[in-house]
C-alpha cells in the first residue's frame, strides 16, 4: 500500500526550527558575557595640579671692609717687630746661660755676654717705649702702657741675671732671674699678639 506524505513541503518546518535554536543560543551566549563578565565603566575624573611655590630668599649678606688709618697700622707693624726682637733676645740668652752651664765658655766670657744682654735690652726697652702708639686710639694706649711695664722688667732680669752669674751661691740666683725673665718675656711677646689680634678684628 502505498503511503503518501500529506505535507507536500516538508522542509519547511525544518527552517522555522532552526531559527528558533539559533535565537535561544544567541540569548544563551548574551546572558552568560552579561553575569561572567563584568564590565565596571570607570569614568576618568580631571587631576587637579596643584603648583608647588618655592620661596627664593633674597637675603644678601654684605660685608663691610673697615680701612684703618695709616699711623694705626703703622704702630701694629712697629709692635710685630719688636715681637721678632723679643724672641731673638730670648734665644741668645739662653743659650748663653747653657754655654755657662756646660762651661763651654769661661767665666769672663760669660760675664761679658751677661752684660751685653743689660746693654742691648736696655735700648730694646727705649725702642718699645717711645714714640708709642698714637695718642687718639686709647686701646692701643692702654696696651702698650703695659708693654712698657714689661719690657721693664725684661731689662731688671737681665740684670739679676749677671747679677746671678757673679753671685757666691751654686746658681739658684741665677736660674731664678732667668726663670723670671723667660716667664715677663712670654708675656710682653704674648701682649703684642693679644693687642694685634684685637687691632685687626675690629
Known amino acids: ?76 707693624e712697629e709692635i710685630t717687630a719688636e715681637k721678632i726682637q723679643a724672641i731673638e733676645l730670648g734665644k741668645k740668652v739662653l743659650e748663653a746661660n747653657e754655654k755657662w752651664d756646660e762651661k763651654s765658655i769661661t767665666y769672663q766670657e760669660a760675664k761679658q755676654e751677661f752684660a751685653e744682654f743689660i746693654d742691648d735690652t736696655e735700648l730694646f726697652t727705649n725702642l718699645v717705649t717711645e714714640p708709642g702708639p698714637p695718642s687718639e686710639f686709647s686701646n692701643l694706649v692702654s696696651g702698650h702702657n703695659e708693654l712698657i711695664t714689661l719690657v721693664n722688667l725684661v731689662y731688671n732680669d737681665t740684670v739679676d741675671l749677671l747679677a746671678g752669674l757673679e753671685s757666691s751661691d751654686t746658681g739658684e740666683q741665677r736660674a731664678a732671674a732667668l726663670d723670671s725673665f723667660n716667664t715677663n718675656l712670654d708675656q710682653f711677646i704674648n701682649k703684642i699678639e693679644e693687642i694685634v689680634a684685637a687691632a685687626t678684628s675690629s
Open 1 to 76: 500500500m502505498e503511503t503518501f506524505n500529506q505535507d507536500p513541503k516538508p522542509g519547511r518546518l525544518i527552517l522555522p526550527l532552526v531559527l528558533i535554536g539559533m535565537i535561544a543560543t544567541t540569548y544563551t551566549f548574551i546572558n552568560r558575557v552579561a553575569d561572567n563578565n563584568q564590565l565596571e565603566i570607570i569614568e576618568e575624573q580631571p587631576t587637579e595640579q596643584v603648583q608647588e611655590v618655592v620661596d627664593e630668599d633674597t637675603t644678601t649678606t654684605s660685608t663691610t671692609t673697615t680701612t684703618l688709618p695709616s699711623n694705626y697700622v703703622e704702630y701694629l
